[in-house]
């Protein structure tokens, strides 16, 4: 019984191998973003980044603070960090008046970064429940999300609202940033919903526009009241720029008011909301609303490259780009074409008959034991000898 409980626990080489493999991926495209070598802050604020917080040096009941990559690893190599995955528009205070130390990669620093913002997350507590993730105390399997507004994770059965498949590809606004930004609902009954839009939705936007142009016309019409001298021309100059600006307002129809003006079912205002990746490109980016935007601290999600998808793609292609570069390819520099040639012959040679004593593993279900990588080892160097004995004749 104890043996069949062993081997219903076992994995095989290559689970643990594809797991290593997936989790390297998803490091390296937080951290590929970001640098690992040198301070942030000279950049300013950044856009998007990796950050840090230490408990060792800025502890719960002080004051928040978020490290670089870099710093993290560094100036703060043993301490006690919460990882707090990426955060936008943020300026590494590595070093400032809330440590008591110096940064050792950028020592000038100012005293404080106005205009970083700080939560429950940099004291290493997450979500409305306000607990540590890992949490000790909790038993319960639960994947935990980010609202890419207040940048906050938290569990999906915190969420107010079912969590959709492909959880990756999507982005989520907490219920708490959905009711602080109260025209996100406008949208969230034609974009985050299935479907996406309304009945007649288009009937009524031609109606819309058909109003419009009368008017145009209307004020565009010569007036038939007699004027004389400079007040034809002063009348003409008002005509040219009301017309002016109604164009513009044409050309810049708000599509918050038009989804406004629609009517028809609303979503129930609760809870949070998931939206496509492509959500961003349905909101009005007229003037009126892009005050709104400033207002709110949203501006942001005008930008495409805010997202963190985009960081990620960043990150993975520069990661890629580093690998193009191959440590074995640089020391064959300095080696004859000959000794080239038998090296690349040799290194092929291996990779591909490991691949295939792995997978020979991976069909029968079997675990590879260090006697296994042992005896493949021993393999090659035989082969290796009788190679080199038959080439002595």
Not at 45 to 57: E, F, I
Not at 111 to 135: A, W
Request: charged fraction near 30%; hydrophobic fraction near 30%.
């Amino acid at each position: 019984m104890a043996a069949n409980e062993e081997e219903e626990t076992t994995v095989s080489l290559v689970d643990v191998l594809e797991e290593d493999e997936e989790l390297e991926n998803e490091a390296s495209a937080v951290l590929a973003g970001s640098d690992s070598d040198l301070c942030s802050f000279p950049q300013g604020y950044v856009k998007r980044q990796a950050l840090y917080a230490c408990n060792t040096c800025t502890p719960k009941g002080g004051e928040a603070a978020g490290v670089c990559l870099a710093c993290s690893y560094k100036c703060h190599e043993g301490h006690d960090l919460f990882e707090l995955y990426t955060k936008r528009n943020f300026r590494c205070d590595c070093g400032n008046s809330k440590f008591k130390q110096q940064c050792k990669l950028y020592p000038d620093k100012e005293q404080l970064n106005s205009e970083n913002k700080y939560s429950h997350n940099f004291f290493g507590l997450y979500c409305t429940c306000n607990r540590p993730y890992p949490d000790p105390d909790d038993q319960v399997e639960d994947e935990m999300v980010q609202c890419i507004l207040c940048e906050d994770w938290l569990h999906g059965r915190h969420l107010g609202c079912e969590t959709p498949d492909s959880v990756e590809l999507q982005e989520m606004v907490c219920g708490s940033c959905m009711n602080k930004n109260p025209f996100l609902w406008t949208y969230a009954a034609t974009v985050a919903t299935p479907g996406g839009r309304l009945e007649g939705e288009e009937e009524q936007k031609e109606e819309q526009k058909e109003v419009k142009s009368e008017e145009l016309k209307k004020e565009g019409e010569p007036s038939t009241s007699r004027v004389t001298g400079g007040d034809e021309e002063e009348k003409t100059e008002l005509k040219v720029e009301r017309c002016k600006r109604r164009c513009e307002e044409l050309e810049e129809a708000c599509r918050l008011k038009e989804l406004e003006g629609l009517g028809g079912p609303r979503r129930v205002q609760r809870g949070a909301v998931f939206w496509p990746a492509t959500w961003r490109t349905k909101l009005c980016s007229c003037v009126s609303c892009q005050r709104c935007y400033v207002a709110s601290g949203v501006s942001f999600l005008l930008d495409e490259c805010d997202t963190v998808l985009a960081y990620e793609t960043k990150g993975q292609r520069s990661e890629e780009a580093q690998r193009g570069h191959d440590p074995l390819m640089s020391a064959l520099d300095n080696l004859n074409r000959v000794q080239q040639l038998e090296i690349i012959h040799g290194y092929n040679d291996m990779k591909t008959e490991l691949k295939d004593f792995l997978q020979s593993f991976a069909a029968e279900g079997k675990v590879v034991t260090p006697d296994d990588i042992r005896r493949f080892f021993e393999q090659q160097q035989s082969r290796k000898r009788r190679r080199a004995d038959g080439q002595m004749f």
